[in-house]
């Protein structure tokens, strides 16, 4: 009975998400109603003890990074400069070559930093016009999008500095580098099968004499290509993100050592302050190379910035909240659902998976599949079992390193189900539906998955990290 209570639990919360509705606010009646069934004396102790102990702990941690991530983007877009960006790269690779063009738009400005929100509403305008001069079917669009800026560099990647590749830190007192070989050998094999697949598309449409198609909704504006920065200073905000990452990377650990103590100024005695550097060298390096990057933006395109800085800023701050607490919200539920005696019964029937870093994978994926989040689900999956995956780790002689870089991965792996706000925001912002184009971000997703499981196969083939 107590395993049915924690799986409608966790399908409510699908459900409720599924249907748009904030897990802001559902996800604390779903944890709450599972303790509600099982124990009515623990709702007021385990939400206040545990519930919100577990989400005000996920915001310290990880809201600086949501909201620097959201005004960079939202810099780079009010500069003009992820224009400059798409234009450049649609010049060097060619238009004929339009899927290939803005994969590698949208990896860049992911790989630099930029919200996957904003690389969309960024993108989209050029791929309209690219795919309706090459003929090729705008419901193919969302697909394109996807592979570029919702997989490799997402969470493959080494150095990404997405909260997908910084989340694992805190856990397993890793950096973003993790695993690098892997990663980027997980990276190259979901864009070459990622392509493949979108060509093939291509190819069996003109076949089929498909065009870009008629009567669609949401068509972008001409695009105005005056006036835009020149492409090496539009980069540059993104080179210096991915650089000084790497250097705070390293210069962080050396400078604080393990760890930092210190007594606040005030009247009386208060006791030190101990805050232990290896649990968030990682998180302040993405924290300091985004702050720079800001800086780089407002240096080299401060006209354009300031006149609209107001009000972007304001968006950018009410979407790095919302995502901040979406995720903070899942990540408290996650606490709750793993201290109820029916999750007993799911920890009990992963364990039963012999290897470990399978059974991370699976536990990762399928929880990111059913919240509809990537970070959510790995937030849960980690707050629930991240002990149990490092016994796991050390007891197998496996690098923690290794388990960073698949649960990294697996958390983008099933998340793109049709209920994840990434989806909805893609097809919504390309005027198309789920009908027209999901099969595609479905193939995708597929290939991301399948990803995973490559990588643990190239490191127990091979054992390099």
Known sequence: MDFLIVLASLAFLMFVAYRGYSVILFAPIAAMGAVLFIDPNLVAPMFTGLFMDKMVGFVKNFFPVFLLGAVFGKVIELSGFSKS????????????????????????????????????????????????????????????????????????????????????????????????????????????????????????????????????????????????????????????VGVMNKVFTSAIPALYGEKVSFIPAVIGKAAPVVQQTKAVAAIWAVEGALLIGIATVFVFGWKMVFSKFGEGSKSAIGGALLATMNTASEYGFGAVIAALPGFLVVANALSAIPNPLINEAITVTSLAGITGSASGGMGIALAAMAETFIANANAAGIPLEVFHRVASMASGGMDTLPHNGAVITLLAVTGLTHRQSYKDIFAITCIKTLAVFVVIGVFYATGIV
């Open 85 to 240: 960006i798409v234009a450049a790269v649609i010049r060097i690779i060619g238009r004929e070559r339009a899927m290939l063009a803005i994969v590698v738009v949208c990896g860049l400005l992911t790989y630099g930093g930029v919200s996957l929100f904003v690389v969309v509403f960024a993108v989209y305008p050029f791929a309209a016009e690219m795919f309706r001069q090459g003929g090729i079917p705008k419901r193919l669009i969302p697909g394109t999008i996807a592979l570029g800026a919702f997989t490799f560099t997402m969470d493959s990647l080494p150095g990404t500095p997405q909260i997908q590749n910084i989340i694992p830190t805190t856990f397993f007192k890793t950096d973003i580098y993790a695993a690098p070989w892997l990663g980027t050998i997980g990276g190259v094999f979901i864009l070459i099968c990622g392509l493949s697949y979108l060509e093939w598309c291509r190819r069996r449409a003109a076949a089929a004499g498909e065009g870009y198609g008629e009567g669609h909704s949401n068509e972008p504006e001409p695009i105005d290509s005056a006036n835009l920065a020149h492409p090496v200073i539009a980069i540059l905000p993104l080179v210096m």
